[in-house]
């Protein structure tokens, strides 16, 4: 198959990084995938693992755009592509539109945020990263939804891999447990955890008892961290926070930790070098990853929702977590082991291309949906869309407009705190 594979951006960051090296993967199982994007640090990734690299109309940035769509709808007709994957919602609205409407060629999306835009095509088929998500998705009218964790490469991310001169390069002592965040810095979801992990950073080391942390990343709340940061190592009255900025390449951080903190993309890395790992979440949400609870996390995803926003309940839960991994080492071991394991089994590279190869066969071989279905779609788009854009133009005008609206701590916390959780027991 010609595989056109569309990321909504380019820096790094797990949802892009994910479709670049899925796509390098199903390049290895013998398709031909091409790439088209934006420019960003993750195109000469792209190039590098030997896939094709379309650059996107500059004039195509507003999203959703037309421009967009007739170039992928021209592409697709000179260049004979089987099957478009959009990543995100703007390329799954833009192919959707695009080609799959004017030529009838098989679109999928994946979702990695939180929450999938409800403006969506209820036909186009959607790949989703947690069984809450695919069950709430469902219920709301897409008529194909598949659970599919997102990949991680267990090769190349390894409990072998070398973190170098990482520690000496940042100033990190050999001697001193280090406990490592891999995050972009952005207000939306991820921004609540890293303030409290420096707080209880700061708490644990004035204490008395040795510990550092290093946050490797940056984005647009960089300054607030930077302030915990400050306060944590005063409080500490030493160095017991490190920030790095981004790294082209943060596997030197990982394979440099002994104990992680993230969620999505980056708890999956950890998993895959074979480090303990505390899950991140939101309302004072942590949670160490063990036999015990790992179905928890097969069920709602690498991510959590507590019942607590107060920072310093937050910052005390992580402190108790960590006070217990350090006065018992023994445990670092064993809870490696069950991590690598897992990412083994169920997220690697391998496992998750023939997952997509799978689905893509099947989108080639289904009927198209009728013409009443599809004009139905196009309404439904172009309604839920003008309703976004007013929302949208409405939050910037009063400056309450999230920079990720899908990953929101409003849009997550909003289905879970109506009592929209789906049920434990969803089928996967």
């Not at 943060?250 to 993230?262: M, S, T």
């Not at 089994?345 to 009728?370: G, K, T």
């Amino acid at each position: 198959m010609r595989v056109l594979v569309y990321p909504h951006a380019m820096e790094i960051g797990g949802s892009q990084l994910n479709a670049v090296e899925t796509g390098a993967a199903l390049r290895d199982r013998g398709h031909d995938v091409t790439v088209i994007s934006r420019p960003g640090p993750l195109v000469e990734m792209a190039r590098q693992l030997g896939l094709g690299h379309i650059p996107l109309d500059p004039k195509s940035y507003r999203r959703p755009s037309p421009r967009a769509m007739a170039q992928l709808t021209r592409l697709v007709r000179e260049e004979k592509f089987d099957v478009v994957h959009g990543y995100e919602w703007p390329p799954g609205v833009e192919a959707a539109l695009g080609p799959g409407l004017r030529l009838g060629t098989p679109v999928l999306c994946t979702i990695y945020s939180m929450a999938v835009a409800p403006f969506l095509p209820h036909t186009l088929p959607l790949l989703v990263s947690t069984d809450n998500i695919r069950i709430r998705a469902e219920k709301a009218g897409f008529a194909q939804v598949t659970f599919v964790e997102p990949p991680v490469d267990v090769r190349a991310n390894t409990p072998d891999f070398s973190p170098g001169s990482f520690r000496a390069d940042f100033g990190l002592d050999d001697r001193v447990p280090l406990l490592a965040s891999i995050t972009r810095l952005t207000p939306e979801l991820k921004l609540e955890g890293t303030l409290a992990a420096c707080q209880a950073v700061g708490a644990i080391v004035a204490a008395g008892t040795p510990l550092q942390l290093v946050i490797a990343g940056d984005g647009p709340a960089r300054a607030e961290v930077e302030q915990a940061a400050a306060a944590a190592n005063a409080r500490a009255n030493r160095t017991a926070v490190v920030l790095t900025g981004q790294l082209k390449d943060p596997r030197p951080a990982y394979a440099a930790a002994d104990l992680v903190i993230g969620m999505g993309s980056s708890a999956e890395r950890a998993l895959a070098f074979g480090k303990p790992l505390i899950v991140q979440g939101e309302r004072g949400f942590w949670e160490l990853l063990s036999p015990d609870t790992a179905a928890v996390f097969q069920r709602q995803g690498w991510y959590g929702i507590g019942d607590d926003a107060d920072r310093d309940a937050s910052a005390m839960r992580l402190e108790k977590i960590l006070l217990g991994l350090l006065g018992d080492r023994t445990a670092w071991p064993r809870l490696a082991e069950f991590g690598r394991t897992m990412a083994v089994e169920r997220f690697s590279l391998e496992h998750v291309a023939a997952v997509h190869e799978r689905l893509y066969l099947a989108a080639c071989e289904a009927a198209r949906p009728s013409a009443a279905r599809l004009a139905g779609d196009v309404l439904h788009t172009g309604a839920g869309l003008l309703r976004y854009k007013v929302q949208r133009r409405y939050q910037r005008w009063r400056g309450t407009a999230p920079s990720q609206d899908f990953n929101a701590v409003s849009t997550i916390l909003q289905q879970e705190l109506r009592g929209e959780r789906a049920p434990a027991g969803g089928a996967r």
